[in-house]
T-cell receptor, first 113, second 111 residues
Framework: DVKVTQSSRYLVKRTGEKVFLECVQDMDHENMFWYRQDPGLGLRLIYFSYDVKMKEKGDIPEGYSVSREKKERFSLILESASTNQTSMYLC????????????FGPGTRLTVT | DAKTTQPPSMDCAEGRAANLPCNHSTISGNEYVYWYRQIHSQGPQYIIHGLKNNETNEMASLIITEDRKSSTLILPHATLRDTAVYYCIVRVQTGANNLFFGTGTRLTVIP
């Protein structure tokens, strides 16, 4: 079974803190994604990565950065957390040839106070 | 991307077929229909996808109308574990692809 794991299920941080969200997948997938999910807004893509050291901005990249140093790991960084970044963050991975199927992690619910 | 419209919520009796509709009247010829679901406190899970033919797998069936302006996801024998939010997504299959999830249909399977 494909497994996508995220470092924390719940996280509480203060405004201005630097926050790291880690995602690891064990299926050697080239493509990885970070989304945020908010009530009434569905999922919105923050960043995605085709492969190691490659990244592309999604629909809402402002306030975020990413790092992909190893194929299995994709990190989302909030440089200076703000209250409007309180959200559920979901990581996903995919094989490039399977464009229809993304495998999602369980999510990290981040609260910024 | 074509816009999709789904009812916000539906109920289904356990053991009965659940039929979840999706309207995508502005779909273009190269856009696929995907279905995902999200069980509470979990990440989304892929169910099925199709272009114009009906599709079936171990989880569900997908019926796409001949004009492709709407589709129906069918769970043939709904169980309590099928209670989830179901998302219909219309998207071209390209390399740079992300999936846009709207607000979906909350399906509640009732014992």
């Amino acid at each position: 079974d494909v497994k996508v794991t995220q470092s924390s299920r719940y996280l509480v941080k203060r405004t201005g803190e630097k926050v790291f969200l880690e995602c690891v997948q064990d299926m050697d997938h080239e493509n990885m994604f970070w989304y945020r999910q908010d009530p009434g807004l569905g999922l919105r893509l923050i960043y995605f990565s085709y492969d190691v050291k490659m990244k592309e901005k999604g629909d809402i990249p402002e306030g975020y950065s990413v790092s992909r140093e190893k194929k299995e790991r994709f990190s989302l960084i909030l440089e200076s957390a703000s209250t409007n970044q309180t959200s559920m963050y979901l990581c996903a991975s995919r094989r490039p040839r399977d464009l229809y199927e993304q495998y999602f992690g369980p999510g990290t619910r981040l609260t910024v106070t | 991307d074509a816009k999709t419209t789904q009812p916000p919520s539906m109920d289904c009796a356990e053991g009965r077929a659940a039929n979840l509709p999706c309207n995508h009247s502005t779909i273009s010829g190269n856009e696929y229909v995907y279905w995902y679901r999200q069980i509470h406190s979990q990440g989304p899970q892929y169910i099925i996808h199709g272009l114009k033919n009906n599709e079936t797998n171990e989880m569900a069936s997908l019926i796409i109308t001949e004009d492709r302006k709407s589709s129906t996801l069918i769970l043939p024998h709904a169980t309590l574990r099928d209670t989830a939010v179901y998302y219909c997504i219309v998207r071209v299959q390209t390399g740079a692809n992300n999936l846009f999830f709207g607000t979906g249909t909350r399906l509640t399977v009732i014992p």
